[in-house]
């Protein structure tokens, strides 16, 4: 499910970019938008699986924790490394 929404999220932010010049607020919207509905979707995915196998839900939660974690740490890890914080 992180890889799903990790390649959902890319596709929306190319799309974004490809429509040339726009207001920072119009892209703003756009992604805001599409943000919620993306995390919406996979929460309630989360939720059905945590009813219908509870073992397999905590697992799933586990792993999106686990991978934003590390997505976290990675892109900090990148933004310090290019002298972006600080």
């Known amino acids: ?4 929404n990790l390649r ?6 190319a799309k974004v970019e490809m ?4 207001s920072t607020k119009a ?7 599409r943000t919620t509905a993306r995390l919406a979707l996979m929460t309630v995915v989360v939720i059905a699986a945590v ?7 905590i697992g799933i939660v586990s ?5 934003q974690l590390v ?4 892109v900090m890890r ?5 002298g972006g914080m600080g």
């Open 27 to 33: 892209v703003r919207r756009q992604l805001g938008g």
């Open 78 to 82: 990148v933004v310090t490394s290019q």
């Open 71 to 74: 997505f976290v740490v990675n």
């Open 1 to 4: 499910m992180a890889i799903a």
């Open 19 to 22: 429509r040339g010049e726009q």
């Open 8 to 13: 959902f999220l890319d596709g929306q932010t």
């Open 63 to 67: 792993g999106l924790v686990l991978y």
């Open 51 to 57: 009813f219908l196998n509870a073992p397999l839900g």
